[in-house]
């Protein structure tokens, strides 16, 4: 099975609503690292969590991570309609170990 | 300062064709990534170079599949005889650290492959 792997597979909520994004991994980590991809394009890095940090803030997203339970999570509050993209979790040993992405919903 | 470029974005081959997928990291960047996307699914990587060098080439196919990074130029991912599972996109990244470092990947914009 894959390393980085993200849940729920796709997401749906009103705009102005919390959501919130898991990903749990197999293997230690250096860092974890968190990415939006808009529909057909490029990845766009969102936030860089290190082993040794437990929580991380940048402006509306919060992320965690456990490295007891393998196990991060992302949460964006107060979601906008531009908020819309999947987003992928991603560990690292060099190159990077993506999932198959949670595919995120803003209905204005 | 420009981001990662990748050229063509768009490229269309027969079966059997070759194709060249080319890669110009951000400034002042010396290692690169290339992956692979299916459609529906994340990306998937497959080839770490430093210039000159390919460190990690794990993930690459291992017939008809190769990637350079040259002391001068771009990287090129090089796709010979493709086939249509070959149909895919392919994004280069690029960072200034790498491994265990705050090695945060900047990509570029994906080139979409398209074999007939």
């Known amino acids: 099975s894959q390393q980085g792997e993200e849940d729920p597979q796709a997401l749906s909520i009103q705009e102005g609503e919390n959501a919130t994004m898991n990903c749990s991994y197999k293997?230690?980590?250096?860092?974890l690292q968190w990415y939006r991809q808009n529909s057909g394009r490029g990845l766009v890095h969102l936030i860089l969590?290190?082993?040794?940090?437990r929580e991380k803030h940048s402006g509306r997203l919060r992320v965690t991570l456990d490295t007891s339970k393998k196990s991060s999570s992302l949460l964006i509050t107060a979601s906008r309609a531009a908020d819309t993209a999947s987003y992928f979790c991603?560990?690292?040993?060099?190159?990077?170990?993506f999932g198959k992405g949670t595919h995120l919903i803003i209905q204005p | 300062n420009a981001g990662v470029m990748q050229n063509p974005r768009h490229l269309v081959r027969r079966r059997g064709q070759e194709a060249r997928l080319r890669c110009s990291p951000m400034?002042?960047?010396?290692?690169v990534y290339w992956y692979r996307q299916l459609p529906e699914e994340g990306l998937k990587f497959m080839v770490y170079?430093?210039?000159?060098?390919?460190?990690?080439e794990s993930g690459m196919p291992k017939e008809r599949f190769s990637a350079e990074f040259p002391k001068e130029g771009p990287s090129i991912l090089r796709i010979q005889q493709v086939v249509r599972g070959d149909s895919a996109a392919y994004f280069c990244?690029?960072?200034?650290?790498?491994?265990?470092?705050?090695?945060?990947?900047?990509f570029g914009p994906g080139t979409r492959l398209t074999v007939l």
């Open positions: 293997t230690s980590i250096n860092n």
């Open positions: 400034k002042g960047h010396s290692h």
């Open positions: 969590i290190r082993s040794n940090e």
């Open positions: 990244a690029s960072s200034l650290y790498s491994g265990g470092r705050t090695d945060t990947q900047y």
């Open positions: 991603a560990t690292s040993r060099g190159g990077l170990t």
């Open positions: 170079l430093q210039k000159e060098n390919i460190i990690d």
